[in-house]
């Protein structure tokens, strides 16, 4: 039987060198752009070489190298942003942009919509739902597609975790969310992380279970 999954790009974006995926239906062409960090030509130019329709605009979290480039993105392919509202509150609205401006970033285009935990966003045949990771930053989520595939931003890395030191940031917090809310999923879900820190661009749930230092650590 064929395999039913999306397909997945995967691109190389702005300064901190953030993993934008593109994910789409191969049969109806619509699609999800996560993590829209910078160079918003290079998204634009493939999501038309792949002839895509896309439906959302989203944010693994609010740190401005991941969000930068949502507001190009959102006027030239009439798509909705969308962030988790804790994120939205504190990086977008709040005093968490403060960081960032100072790292040279822009300000966060603001989000068209907010979601929290559950909420889904469909794609022909597909969607990908919230789940809400906190720690690495108070509105940090992972997408899931329910079956497959999890975009897991800068919570977890392959081999690695994520920061828990920048403002509005918990690295307990963090851990236990990776322990309930990720560890749980299946191990052959594949792993898709916002920055490629590791031995392997992606990894799945039980490799990470089984080979990464910081959750050995904390288990
Ligand atoms: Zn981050
Ligand atoms: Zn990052």
Redesign the pocket.
């Known amino acids: 039987m064929e395999e039913y999954l999306p397909q997945v790009e995967t691109l190389v974006v702005g300064p901190l060198a953030v993993c934008c995926y593109v994910v789409y239906d191969p049969e109806s062409r619509e699609g999800v752009v996560i993590d829209p960090g910078g160079d918003p030509e290079k998204i634009l130019s493939r999501v038309a070489e792949l002839g895509l329709k896309i439906k959302w605009i989203l944010g693994t ?1 609010g ?1 401005a ?2 969000v930068s480039a949502a507001g190009d993105l959102r006027r030239s392919l009439s798509a909705p942003y969308a962030l988790h509202r804790a994120d939205e509150d504190f990086f977008t609205r709040g005093e968490g942009a403060s960081i960032f401006l100072s790292w040279g970033f822009p300000p966060n285009p603001p989000a068209d919509e907010t979601f929290e935990e559950g909420a889904s966003f469909s794609f022909g045949r597909f969607s990908l739902s919230v789940i809400h990771t906190p720690g ?2 108070p509105g ?1 989520v992972c997408f899931y597609d329910g079956g497959k595939l999890l975009f897991t ?2 919570t977890l890395f392959v081999g690695a975790v ?2 828990g030191d ?1 403002p509005g940031g918990d690295y307990f917090q963090m851990m236990r969310s990776i322990r309930e809310k990720l560890l749980v999923l299946p191990e052959e879900t594949v792993v898709l992380p ?1 920055h490629d820190y590791g031995s392997r661009p992606t990894s799945t749930i039980g490799r990470e279970k089984r080979e990464n230092p910081f959750i050995q650590e904390f288990l």
Request: proline residues 0%; without cysteine; hydrophobic residues 10%.
């Open positions: 979290h740190h190298d991941h690495h930053s940090s931003g800068d994520g920061r920048l916002g």
